[in-house]
């Protein structure tokens, strides 16, 4: 292969790869935190994260989540508290449930379920928080762009 015709499939990857959006909703007491720790040393994240600063990942519903996926997204993530720390009592189990209730939605019209996924961490622990972001974006970059109507 010419090196000309690799850097043309290079740059077309990148180009896709620049095209595609994940959204993160993160809770503001411990995701957010992380992600203003991750910024402070400035860490970059892969360039299709789009954030969104939730009070608790318990007040996004599953519309939240399916109507991201409509509007563009190709994939979607929640970021909140440790199980059992949760700043709001329960407000991440809610999520968890939802978030599992949304990929039942969407496996049952035949799209990948793991365009949808949540993670959980301290507000300590930015290195999760990348972590996160770089597993959505790996797991979305293997995924064919969704389709929409």
Do not use: W
């Not at 010419?2 to 095209?19: C, G, M, P, R, Y």
């Not at 009592?89 to 949304?102: C, K, P, Q, S, T």
């Amino acid at each position: 292969m010419s090196e000309a015709l690799v850097e043309e499939q290079a740059q077309a990857a990148e180009t896709e790869d620049a095209e595609r959006k994940i959204i993160g909703f993160f809770c503001r007491e411990c995701a957010y935190a992380a992600a203003d720790a991750t910024g402070n040393a400035r860490i970059s994240l892969p360039p299709t994260i789009r954030s969104v600063l939730v009070p608790c990942t318990g007040r996004v519903s599953p519309l939240h989540l399916l109507k991201a996926l409509a509007d563009g997204a190709d994939g979607v993530y929640l970021a909140g508290c440790l199980v059992g720390q949760c700043h709001y009592r329960e407000g991440n189990l809610h999520a968890i449930d939802r978030v599992e209730f949304a990929r039942a939605l969407l496996q049952s019209v035949g799209v990948e379920p793991e365009r949808v996924q949540m993670f959980t961490m301290s507000a300590a622990d930015s290195p999760k928080f990348v972590a996160a972001a770089r597993k959505m974006h790996e797991t979305i970059s293997n995924l064919p762009p969704l389709k929409r109507k």
